[in-house]
């Protein structure tokens, strides 16, 4: 009996997964980053006896927009599409007999049958359809529940600071990769695979990626409260630390990263404008226009020293106007001969108004520099335009100004003192100071 019933049991389920299947899926929801493909079976179909996980050869996959199929055959990938269409399966183990011609596949169907007896009746394989949602998830919120390390960098005021910065708002993630997400995420799932399953797990690893990822934007002279106007460099440095586990394990990738609220706390800003101000104050100038508001406030308060009367009142202000007027003056003088130097300065001789070294120092008045011992940089050959500055192309690099083309080449008649671009000499001779007029001409 047992024989008898695997033999009947060969032949039914042979013929009745010799028929051609379709397969479809319907809109993917947002939460659903795999889902396994329905089988089709309306109420006028005769393929109603047909194994589940079978799928026959010759069977149509239908692929919608923001869609990716897989066929797994004995938990294996065999096959894949990511184009919106109709995708035939002709490669399946399992025959069928309206494809591929009757005859062969009458045959195929009768060697399946010896093969389902050897196995008690059943088709002894399993094969099926997922579809996955290539779609961009939006909606993925975070948030730091404790502050992030966030180094402030501002190299014109010199400061170099560690702060402690929260940090909100929503990302969205792809499928770049379904072959990967499926062998090392969602498996053979019976029905669908959402996102909360994995979500926790991608918002633990983006929070921990956060630290490097502020940390290559503060090295690109980013301040953390301009961060939001900044999202997609910061996208690129999150996927960049987190490619080896989310694209190179899982196949996802971030799309894009927004950031809704980022706040450093008060004490930290506090001090940050605080050292903002005193580098101001590096200027002779501002540093003396502050002693004189702070005198002017010092003076008012003594004016009102009603308690000691006018007489004392008085006295005051004379001691708070002595007690600064030296530091104030002195540092306005200061202020004075550094514009006078500037101003003097001939454009072109970086001696005179200080050059900036390669490795950052800037202020350098002499032949070599202050900070690393380099000496001063070779001034590049090229054509002095009338405004002063030198170039190298066809245009002035300061005024816009064209290069002088067939202009005659000039040489001093008094002294030979010969310009460093003959054809656009200074109006004066350096050496001797004779006008330069036609009869300097070559």
């Known amino acids: 009996m047992g024989l008898l019933k695997a033999g009947f049991g060969a032949l039914g389920g042979a013929l009745g997964d010799a028929w051609r ?10 939460n659903v980053m795999a889902v396994k493909a329905d089988k089709r079976v309306g109420g006028r179909s005769s393929n109603k006896k047909g194994t589940d996980n079978i799928i026959s050869n010759g069977s149509i996959i239908a692929v919608n927009e923001g869609q990716c199929m897989i066929i797994v055959d004995q938990g294996k ?40 007896f050897t196995m008690g009746g059943e088709p002894g394989k399993d094969q099926r359809v997922y579809y996955f949602n290539t779609k961009e998830l939006i ?16 190299t014109r005021v010199g400061l170099d600071v560690d702060i402690s910065i929260k940090c909100f708002g929503e990302y969205s993630i792809r499928i770049t990769d379904p072959i990967l997400f499926y062998t090392n995420v969602c498996g053979n799932v019976s029905e669908a695979y959402t996102r909360d399953t994995l979500d926790s797990q991608l918002k633990t690893e983006l929070l921990t990626a956060l630290q490097p990822a502020f940390a290559r934007m503060s ?8 961060i939001p106007g900044h999202t997609v460099e910061l996208a690129d440095a999150l996927n960049e630390v987190l490619s080896a586990k989310w694209t190179k394990l899982r196949g996802i990738s971030i799309v894009s990263f927004g950031v809704s609220s980022i706040k450093a706390s008060e004490e930290d800003e506090q001090m940050i404008k605080e050292l903002q101000r005193n580098a101001a104050f590096r200027d ?33 202000m004379g001691m708070a106007q002595n007690a600064a007027s030296g530091n104030i003056q002195n540092l306005y003088a200061a202020g004075a001969a550094q514009q006078q130097q500037q101003q003097q300065s001939v454009p072109g001789q970086a001696a005179n108004i200080g050059w900036t070294c390669s490795c950052g120092h800037a202020g350098n008045t002499g032949k070599f520099c202050a900070e690393c011992g380099k000496p001063l940089p070779t001034p590049t050959e090229g054509w002095t ?20 083309a067939g202009a005659p080449l000039y040489k001093c008649d008094k002294c030979g003192w010969e310009p460093s671009d003959p054809r656009n000499p200074p109006k004066f001779c350096p050496e001797c100071g004779d006008v330069f007029d036609e009869n300097d001409a070559k």
């Open 139 to 154: 909606g993925n919120k975070y948030g730091t529940p404790n502050p992030v390390p966030f180094r402030v960098v501002d």
């Open 284 to 316: 002779p100038t501002m540093a003396a226009a502050h002693l004189v508001g702070a005198q002017a406030s010092a003076m008012q308060s003594a004016a009102k020293n009603e308690g000691a009367g006018p007489v004392m009142g008085f006295m005051g």
């Open 385 to 404: 335009c009338a405004c002063g500055a030198v170039n190298q192309g066809k245009f002035c690099a300061e005024c816009g100004k064209p290069k002088p």
């Open 77 to 116: 990938v065999v096959d894949l599409c990511a184009e919106a269409g109709e995708f035939v399966y002709d490669h399946s183990t399992e025959p069928s007999m309206f494809y591929g011609g009757f005859g062969k596949g009458l045959k195929e169907t009768f060697s399946s049958i010896g093969k389902r």
């Open 21 to 30: 299947e379709y397969f479809y899926c319907e809109s993917i929801d947002q």
């Open 219 to 226: 090295e690109m002279g980013i301040r953390y409260s301009a």
